[in-house]
């Protein structure tokens, strides 16, 4: 019992393997974490994708790694990642996400802003015009 178990730990990507099942690309098999697995692909192309899903996200569970899946590009979620760390600056009291500070920067910022360098802006900020 203990050798199968063993076996089927180690197993799990052949299971998790696309193959043509009546003219359809299937996976079909168990894997340790998921269970059970049944679903059925078009194309190779979109079969294999799913695989290498599939066995990613067990390995990751395996290994107890966290299982995550977000559209954002590496540098996007560093990008989030060191804005996130900012909310807890002085000046961002009151934000509670980065959809706030977003929002509120949103509603600040006017279209005669758009079009303008850091530089330009930086100065505007230190040089601001007299009100009239």
């Known amino acids: 019992m203990v050798y199968q178990s063993l076996y089927s730990k180690m197993n799990y990507k052949h299971a998790l393997r696309p193959r043509m099942i009546s ?39 395996l290994s107890n790694g966290e299982v995550r899946q977000t559209l954002l590009t590496k540098e996007q979620e560093k990008d989030a990642s060191l804005a996130f760390n900012l909310l807890n600056d002085e000046c961002f009291k009151g934000f509670s996400s980065l959809l706030d500070v977003v929002n509120f920067a949103k ?19 230190l040089n601001p015009r007299p009100s009239v």
């Open 107 to 125: 509603s600040k910022v006017s279209a005669e802003y758009m079009n303008i360098t850091l530089q330009l802006a930086g100065e505007a900020h």
């Open 23 to 61: 003219g359809l690309w299937s996976i079909q098999g168990t894997a340790p974490c998921i269970g059970r697995v049944r679903k059925r692909f078009p194309t190779k192309e979109i079969a294999e994708y799913e695989s290498l899903k599939l066995i990613t996200q067990v390995s990751n569970q």
